[in-house]
């Protein structure tokens, strides 16, 4: 028994296109994890972070970078801004962060910390969102 498969042209292109577009839906969901679940890890450690003066925990802030198909999420502390002890924001982040403290042991590493206990909302957010993409 033989058989023959034939696939018209316009078939071929109508498929293809519909391809690119989803293709252009999932890098749109796989952005909007990225930048939900920074913002998300940004809130947690914000609540973390230690406060003398107020300037660290005021100097976080996050930004979206990467490539269409590599999406990446930054979140960051210090600036030029004078806080504790007259030092700028940008090298007193870096001590605290490493500085273990009796008075306020989750300060330790707050960032951080934060960071490696997200990886569940991160799961959960990019199932959401690429679920919901390839629906459309």
């Known amino acids: 028994m033989k058989m023959e ?3 018209d042209s316009r078939s071929v292109h ?9 293709q252009g ?3 749109g969901a796989a952005r909007q994890t990225v930048d ?12 973390l972070a230690p406060v003398m003066t107020g300037a660290l925990k005021d100097s976080g802030k996050t930004a979206s970078t990467g490539h269409v198909d590599n999406p990446k999420g ?3 502390y210090g600036d030029d801004t004078i806080g504790h002890e007259g030092r700028p924001t940008s090298a007193y982040a870096i001590s605290r962060h490493e500085m273990q403290s009796k008075l306020n042991p989750e300060a330790y590493k707050w ?9 569940e909302a991160f799961r ?13």
């Open 111 to 119: 960032l951080e910390r934060t960071l490696l206990a997200s990886d």
């Open 36 to 47: 939900n679940t920074t913002e998300h890890v940004f809130q947690l450690a914000q609540e």
């Open 25 to 27: 839906v999932v890098r």
């Open 14 to 22: 109508r498929m293809i296109t519909r391809l690119r577009k989803k």
């Open 74 to 76: 930054l979140i960051g």
């Open 124 to 136: 959960e957010e990019a199932l959401r969102l690429l679920g919901q993409a390839l629906q459309r």
């Open 5 to 7: 498969l034939v696939v």
